[in-house]
């Protein structure tokens, strides 16, 4: 039997990690400057916690969980994004004490049984950031402004930033009612899906991938004209921000988005670049969760990035630079390579990066697995060089060499490979 990954799920590979950690890194500095600190939470969660943050009658709550049951048979789900998880922690450890606003962000795989296409996969990555506490405008476009400044500082541009506002949850009813007037008259034209949910929330219709759906709701009435004075000031102020900010935006009143949680501004970041899956970033934000969730009634406001949506976007856009060793090491007989697996060791303390070989080979190996890795420079040490006292240097690119003193050679080298790489 041939073991290979499952559907949906994949490695990421060496040569791709790298552009991941920069991703994690910037992330991890950007954040830290607009104040926010890392937290980790788990992996696996109960269930309930994800249906009843997120809502059952989303497509995440109703299909997609990967849900086991632990030995007394209480059903375990394994999270299919990280804000229910993050207000969990944020009541469990009451992190409202320390700090009556709190700025949270979390990094890591989630989990979601959808049907994989280009960009959306069952184990995927996000970039997450919440805000605790701040009920107003700024916060929420202070987080758009963060997503919007990651992304450049990335080298991501040409994206485009979509926002609506769902309202709260009294000015969202009446919008409901309207729209479940309007879904009944046309109810022959949705799926059995839809049809469910024009009874019981009849927002998630947006989400609906049907095409006779969707052509449906397009001509739906618009929330905007729906939501209360206090939310539309509210609305109003957030775009008046992003203005000043000088962030163009796009008034998108179909953003409903997928999860039940959200209450007056919701946005996404999209791209034209990836086919079905345009966004790259979505958020909003959800003054009833951490209440809903057990907690005291404190707002929030917050978005998560799909890493791989940003890594493809990447790879289309640069060339990867590729590292390469700073030095190889080419020892021949015993002495010498029992002299140079300590020198070898010295030098990478120092930061170089520096590969040899683990067995015994003939000088034409070494040198052809030294081009084959692209080291920059090459050592060259034999019995003839350990009684001069002096190896031979042998500059790859340049094809010169020169002599070293082996004496004090981790220093030597130390000094010549940092004065050649600047
Ligand atoms: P979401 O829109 O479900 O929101 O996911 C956010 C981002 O995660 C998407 O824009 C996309 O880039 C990425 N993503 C989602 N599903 C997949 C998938 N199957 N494969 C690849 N990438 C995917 C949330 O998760 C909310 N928790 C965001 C939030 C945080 N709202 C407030 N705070």
């Known amino acids: 039997m041939e073991f290979t990954t499952i559907k949906g799920f994949k490695d990421i590979l060496p040569e791709d990690v790298e552009t991941w950690q920069r991703l994690e890194s910037e992330a991890r500095r950007v954040f830290h400057s607009f104040g926010f600190k890392e937290i980790r939470p788990p992996l696996l969660e109960r269930t309930e916690l994800f249906s ?167 001509g739906a009435p618009s929330i905007l004209d729906y939501i209360c004075e206090d939310c539309q000031e509210h609305f109003e102020s957030v775009q008046s921000y992003l203005e000043s900010s000088g962030i163009p935006f796009v008034l998108n009143h179909k953003l409903v988005r ?23 970033t979505g958020g909003g934000r959800y003054d009833g969760l951490v209440k809903l969730l057990g907690g005291p009634d404190h707002p929030g406001t917050g978005f998560a990035m799909g890493i791989e949506r940003l890594v493809a976007l990447l790879d289309e856009d640069a060339e990867q630079e590729v590292r390469t060793p700073d030095l190889f090491v080419a020892a021949l007989g015993d002495t010498a390579e029992k002299k140079a697996f300590n020198w070898v060791n010295d030098l990478r303390r120092t930061g170089i990066w520096v590969e040899t070989e683990y067995s015994s080979k003939g000088l034409k190996a070494q040198m052809k697995r030294a081009g084959r890795l692209g080291a920059r420079k090459v050592l060259i040490v034999g019995e003839d060089e350990l009684a001069s006292g002096k190896g031979i240097l042998r500059d790859m690119e340049k094809k010169v060499q020169e002599e070293v003193e082996l004496q004090n050679i981790v220093n030597n080298l130390k000094g010549i490979l940092k004065e050649s790489t600047g």
């Open 52 to 218: 009843r943050g997120i809502g059952q009658e989303t497509d995440i709550v109703s299909k997609e969980m990967y849900t086991l049951k632990d030995s007394k048979g209480r059903g375990l789900t394994l999270r299919p994004e990280a804000t229910a998880s993050v207000v969990r922690a944020y009541v469990q450890h009451r992190l409202y004490l320390k700090n009556p606003i709190q700025k949270l962000f979390t990094i890591g795989p989630m989990f979601r049984h959808e049907r994989p296409q280009k960009g959306r996969f069952r184990q995927f990555h996000q970039i997450n950031a919440e805000i605790f506490g701040d009920p107003g405008s700024r916060s929420d476009a202070d987080i758009i402004i963060m997503a919007m400044f990651f992304l450049e500082t990335i080298g991501l541009s040409g994206l485009g930033l979509h926002i609506n506002s769902l309202g709260c949850h009294k000015c969202r009813d009446s919008f409901k009612k309207e729209l479940k007037e309007y879904l009944i008259q046309k109810i022959h034209a949705l799926c059995l899906d839809c049809q469910r949910r024009t009874e019981t929330n009849p927002l998630r219709v947006f989400d609906c991938k049907v095409d006779t759906c969707k052509e449906t709701v397009s």
């Open 258 to 280: 997928g999860l039940d949680y959200y209450t007056r501004t919701t946005f996404e970041i999209q791209t034209d670049r990836l086919g079905a899956q345009n966004a790259v």
